[in-house]
Nanobody
Framework: VQLQASGGGLVQPGGSLRLSCAAT????????IGWFRQVPGSGREAVSC???????YYTNSVKGRFTVSRENDKNTVYLQMNSLKREDSAVYSC???????????????????WGKGTQVTVSS
């Protein structure tokens, strides 16, 4: 399966963006999908995860602002990002794996397939 994240862009603080993670060559239905972000010079940060049973997890810094969901008929997982802050600026990527699972708010394991990321820039 190949993943592609899209929907990034430039937005002012307080604004919103919706990222999409689309899959080709396989289905995302009933698979765990993780969203991650990375800024240059820093490690990859786990942001949000939706489990095979649609349970959702969020790292503390985005709780109440971000929402992860899936739309099976479009084979797509979304990350709705509201009340964006400058510190949310990063390259966002999605990932999955046959044995992937969400172990906690920012502990996501088994990610084997990674999509090319999309840049999110929050700036005035």
């Amino acid at each position: 399966v190949q993943l592609q994240a899209s929907g990034g862009g430039l937005v002012q603080p307080g604004g919103s963006l919706r990222l999409s993670c689309a899959a080709t060559g396989g289905t995302l239905t009933a698979y765990t999908i993780g969203w991650f972000r990375q800024v240059p010079g820093s490690g990859r940060e786990a942001v949000s995860c939706i489990g095979s049973n649609d349970s959702t997890y969020y790292t503390n810094s985005v709780k109440g602002r971000f929402t992860v969901s899936r739309e099976n008929d479009k084979n797509t997982v979304y990350l709705q990002m509201n009340s964006l802050k400058r510190e949310d600026s990063a390259v966002y990527s999605c990932a999955t794996g046959y044995y992937a699972y969400c172990a906690g708010h920012n502990e996501y394991y088994g990610m084997e397939h990674w999509g090319k990321g999309t840049q999110v820039t929050v700036s005035s």
